[in-house]
């Protein structure tokens, strides 16, 4: 079974500048799908980036980019010039890229980000 | 487009008693469907998903179950609530491809 770990449970950031999240994972397949996703105080889950397994060029999305080492399976998020709106809970999920296993996606621990102003 | 709608928001429901939370997915059809359960400050546990009407998958053995009486509408369940069922409860819809969920806002379930 996938498994993901993310083993920094809180961090905290100055406004405007750049924090690393990390993320680890667990899989013997070739073909699957990595993603980080955004919890807020109001507790509404937001996909923030998406990267295919098979793709060697790392995911970018306005601030947000991604860090995918898949020989070390790891995948990390890095965001630039955080924003105080930035402030939530971070979860790494897996997605096996075959259909058998119903596009179940699995999820890491999450690790609180603060913005502090 | 697609849109995911989640109810109630809260909940509060004395131990024994039964469970009934709805989730609907509009604008796609054939959806894959999920319910995920959240402890407080903690990660998403997978409780079941569907590919499909009336098919069920369950990940863990528990109190709840879960139904599919129509394409776009995923139940969650129970016959009598316990504490530990208490958390935060979302529903989500992907579609055939990996381009990851749509969730919808969450249920915060107290069993009290």
């Known amino acids: 079974a996938q498994t993901v770990t993310q083993s920094q449970p809180e961090m905290s950031v100055q406004e405007a500048e750049t924090v690393t999240l990390s993320c680890t994972y667990d899989?013997?397949?070739?073909?699957?799908?990595l993603f980080w996703y955004k919890q807020p105080p109001s507790r509404q889950m937001i996909l923030v980036i998406r990267?295919?397994?098979?793709?060697?060029q790392n995911a970018t999305e306005n601030r947000f980019s991604v860090n995918f080492q898949k020989a070390a399976k790891s995948f990390s998020l890095k965001i630039s010039d955080s924003q105080l709106g930035d402030t939530a809970m971070y979860f790494c999920?897996?997605?096996?890229?075959?259909?058998?296993?119903?596009?179940?996606?699995?999820f890491g621990a999450g690790t609180i980000l603060r913005v502090k102003s | 487009s697609q849109t995911i709608h989640q109810w109630p928001a809260t909940l509060v429901q004395p131990v024994g008693s039964p469970l009934s939370l709805e989730c609907t997915v509009e604008?796609?059809?054939?959806?894959?469907l999920y319910w995920y359960r959240q402890a407080a400050g903690r990660g998403l546990q997978l409780l079941f998903y569907?590919?499909?009407?009336?098919?069920i998958s369950s990940e863990v053995p528990q109190n709840l179950s879960a139904s599919r009486p129509q394409d776009r509408q995923f139940i969650l369940s129970s016959k009598k609530l316990l504490l530990s069922d208490s958390g935060f409860y979302l529903c989500?819809?992907?579609?055939?491809?990996?381009?990851?969920?749509?969730f919808g806002s969450g249920t915060r379930l107290t069993v009290v």
């Open positions: 989500a819809w992907s579609g055939a491809s990996h381009y990851g969920y749509t």
């Open positions: 899989t013997s397949e070739n073909n699957y799908y």
């Open positions: 990267q295919e397994a098979y793709k060697q």
């Open positions: 999920a897996f997605m096996s890229g075959y259909m058998e296993y119903g596009n179940k996606l699995v």
């Open positions: 604008g796609t059809s054939n959806p894959n």
């Open positions: 569907s590919v499909g009407i009336g098919q």
